[in-house]
């Protein structure tokens, strides 16, 4: 049984000589060249890898349309040949994917070498170290996305600044999905949010006129977003998203979205309660103009959701985790947002960002312990003829492990990756069945971008560095330790349980790879 301790394990990679340099043009099966004993002696170079080849996902009518500046859900890909279809374009997306977006784009626009070669590598440049013009790319498609946004509001000024799952094409602007005509969710656009949030600092920081001047295009979007989210109609208690006792509507109906969200005929009716979300609540709380009666509210309601669960398999340490819905990566977003790891718990300053790790030795040692090539995550699967959803892994699902250890999850991605049709002209692809027999022959920002903005880390600094020149960081981190504090109110368990590293592998049942994409 193979484990990896952190402490043990971080000296060792940063020390040994990365005497394997990364080609500037890696070949498209790069996985397969690789073995874990050369990505532990080389991990920037596999970085430099995976990043190149992750980066052809974002191209026009693949990840986004570079006449609007917006994200399209993903594509699906020829079953032979892995090359993207025109008619498999998914011409649709929403505020979370553009979330994934802003993310990404915010550490291109502060100069971070890995999203440099990233965005570089969509445009075809085999030398991705221009820094300059990868701002200039990134600085373009955020003007227009904001051009996109301020559009798609007066188009449909009920959302109050918000977006639904909406579609787009290069010819047609953004319109609400047939599915979600006058209805607007809560938790991807308080994702959305805090990567605007990031952005803007990130535009702020570069100290030129082009970039201000776009960044405060974005902060009147959200100071409209901190208006509209906790207002609506002014008579009675129709509001777009807080309806009063500390309720977040997970989805709100709206009356008509081509009225403004102040016209007599306008309403707002919520479609259930949001059990979820806690980058929303945030902003409310932080932003929305909230009394502290109403704040408190907010936070009373979320507590039932908030448990500390220990993670027990024979053979093992027992693991303290806070406890998830299905414990798919996804579910930590927010993690990769906002400042959580600066809050201390139990007078233990690392405890939080403990917790984070410890989620991370559960994650892997789960899989490991159940001899699992792969990790699960919420994803697009793959169905037998009788329509059973089969168990899946993806590459993504190391997201979060990438954040608390990125050499760790470059060992389990490798492990998933290196597996037939698991890499195509467009980095890695969705998932695959734990027993090899099919995979899922889709690209989507869902399961690409979240593993890219782990590896450079979240953009926890952006907004931490945002909430402190705005003044809101100190109440951030004392209502997290507050809340957090009555739920973890002891020592961790699973503190000296070690990473574990895969031990099987996706099993070669005769798939045939990409043709396009062989060594």
Same mark, same amino acid.
């Given at each position: 049984m193979?484990?990896?301790?952190?402490a043990?394990?971080?000296?060792?990679?940063?020390?040994?000589?990365?005497?394997?340099?990364?080609?500037p043009?890696?070949?498209?099966?790069?996985?397969?060249?690789?073995t874990?004993?050369r990505?532990?002696?080389?991990?920037?170079?596999?970085?430099?890898?995976?990043?190149?080849? $992750?980066?052809?996902?974002?191209?026009?009518n693949?990840?986004?349309?570079?006449? +609007?500046?917006?994200?399209?859900? @993903?594509?699906?890909?020829?079953?032979?040949t892995?090359?993207?279809?025109?008619e498999?374009?998914?011409t649709?997306?929403?505020?979370?994917?553009?979330?994934?977006?802003?993310? /990404?784009?915010?550490?291109?626009?502060?100069?971070?070498?890995?999203? =440099?070669?990233?965005?570089l590598?969509? #445009?075809?440049d085999?030398?991705? !170290?221009?820094?300059?013009?990868?701002?200039?790319?990134?600085?373009? /498609?955020?003007?227009?996305?904001? $051009?996109?946004? +301020?559009?798609?509001?007066?188009? %449909?000024?009920?959302?109050?600044?918000?977006?639904?799952?909406?579609?787009?094409?290069?010819?047609?602007?953004?319109?609400?999905?047939?599915?979600w005509?006058?209805r607007?969710?809560?938790?991807?656009?308080?994702?959305?949010i805090?990567g605007i949030?990031?952005?803007?600092?990130?535009?702020q920081?570069?100290?030129?006129?082009?970039y201000t001047?776009?960044?405060?295009?974005?902060?009147?979007?959200?100071?409209y977003?901190?208006?509209?989210?906790?207002? !609506?109609?002014?008579? @009675?208690?129709m509001?777009?998203?807080?309806?009063?006792? @500390?309720?977040?509507?997970?989805?709100?109906?709206?009356?008509?979205q081509?009225?403004?969200?102040?016209?007599?005929?306008?309403?707002?009716?919520?479609e @259930?309660?949001?059990?979820?979300?806690?980058? %929303?609540? %945030?902003?409310?709380?932080?932003?929305?103009?909230?009394?502290?009666?109403?704040?408190?509210?907010?936070? $009373?309601?979320?507590?039932?959701?908030?448990?500390?669960?220990?993670?027990?398999?024979?053979?093992?340490?027992? =693991?303290?985790?806070?406890?998830?819905?299905w414990?798919?990566?996804h579910?930590?977003? !927010?993690?990769?947002? #906002?400042?959580?790891?600066?809050?201390? #718990?139990? +007078?233990?300053?690392?405890?939080?960002?403990?917790?984070?790790?410890?989620?991370?030795?559960?994650?892997t040692?789960?899989?490991?312990?159940?001899?699992?090539?792969?990790?699960?995550?919420?994803?697009?699967?793959?169905?037998?003829?009788?329509?059973?959803?089969?168990?899946?892994?993806?590459?993504?699902?190391?997201?979060n492990?990438?954040?608390v250890?990125?050499?760790?999850?470059?060992?389990?991605?490798?492990?998933?990756?290196?597996?037939?049709?698991?890499?195509? #002209?467009?980095?890695?692809?969705?998932?695959t069945r734990?027993?090899?027999?099919?995979?899922?022959?889709? =690209?989507?920002?869902?399961?690409?971008?979240?593993?890219v903005?782990?590896?450079?880390?979240?953009?926890?600094?952006l907004?931490?560095?945002?909430?402190?020149?705005?003044?809101?960081?100190?109440?951030?981190?004392?209502?997290?330790?507050?809340?957090?504090?009555?739920?973890?109110?002891?020592?961790l368990?699973?503190?000296t349980?070690?990473?574990?590293?895969p031990?099987?592998?996706?099993?070669?049942?005769?798939?045939?790879?990409?043709t396009?994409?062989?060594l």
């Open positions: 193979v484990h990896i301790a952190l043990n394990f971080l000296p060792l990679a940063f020390l040994l000589p990365f005497t394997l340099a990364a080609s043009t890696p070949p498209c099966r790069f996985a397969s060249q690789w874990p004993e990505i532990l002696a080389s991990p920037q170079s596999f970085e430099d890898d995976l990043l190149y080849w $992750e980066g052809k996902f974002h191209q026009h693949v990840s986004y349309n570079t006449v +609007n500046g917006m994200t399209f859900d @993903g594509t699906l890909l020829d079953m032979t892995g090359l993207y279809r025109v498999g374009l998914h649709f997306s929403a505020a979370s994917k553009e979330s994934l977006h802003f993310m /990404i784009l915010a550490h291109v626009i502060e100069g971070k070498p890995g999203a =440099v070669r990233w965005i590598s969509g #445009l075809g085999d030398d991705a !170290g221009d820094t300059e013009k990868a701002r200039t790319v990134a600085l373009a /498609i955020l003007q227009k996305k904001w $051009e996109s946004y +301020n559009q798609f509001n007066k188009t %449909f000024p009920g959302f109050g600044g918000f977006l639904p799952w909406f579609a787009h094409s290069e010819f047609t602007p953004l319109i609400p999905t047939w599915d005509n006058n607007v969710p809560a938790l991807d656009n308080g994702e959305n805090w949030y990031a952005t803007i600092e990130a535009l920081n570069v100290g030129k006129k082009e001047d776009l960044a405060a295009k974005w902060e009147g979007y959200l100071d977003l901190k208006i509209t989210a906790a207002k !609506g109609h002014p008579v @009675g208690d509001k777009i998203f807080y309806h009063g006792s @500390g309720r977040i509507c997970a989805v709100t109906a709206i009356g008509n081509s009225l403004p969200i102040d016209h007599p005929d306008q309403s707002y009716i919520c @259930g309660l949001d059990s979820g979300g806690n980058p %929303f609540m %945030f902003f409310l709380y932080l932003f929305g103009n909230l009394n502290q009666t109403a704040k408190n509210a907010l936070l $009373e309601f979320k507590r039932p959701q908030l448990v500390s669960i220990d993670w027990s398999v024979p053979g093992y340490e027992n =693991v303290t985790v806070q406890k998830g819905f414990f798919s990566a579910e930590n977003w !927010g993690w990769m947002q #906002l400042p959580y790891i600066d809050v201390p #718990l139990m +007078n233990d300053v690392n405890a939080f960002k403990d917790l984070y790790i410890n989620m991370e030795h559960a994650r040692c789960d899989s490991q312990a159940k001899g699992l090539p792969g990790m699960f995550a919420s994803i697009n699967n793959s169905t037998d003829q009788n329509g059973e959803i089969i168990g899946l892994i993806t590459p993504y699902s190391t997201m492990t990438m954040v250890n990125k050499i760790v999850g470059y060992l389990w991605w490798h492990n998933m990756a290196r597996a037939k049709r698991m890499q195509n #002209l467009y980095g890695s692809s969705e998932s734990i027993d090899g027999t099919a995979t899922s022959a889709f =690209v989507s920002g869902d399961s690409k971008i979240t593993t903005n782990g590896i450079l880390g979240g953009v926890i600094l907004v931490r560095t945002r909430m402190q020149r705005e003044g809101v960081y100190d109440e951030f981190t004392r209502v997290v330790s507050n809340e957090y504090k009555r739920v973890f109110d002891r020592p368990n699973g503190q349980q070690d990473f574990c590293l031990e099987a592998e996706v099993t070669d049942t005769g798939l045939v790879d990409f396009i994409c062989t």
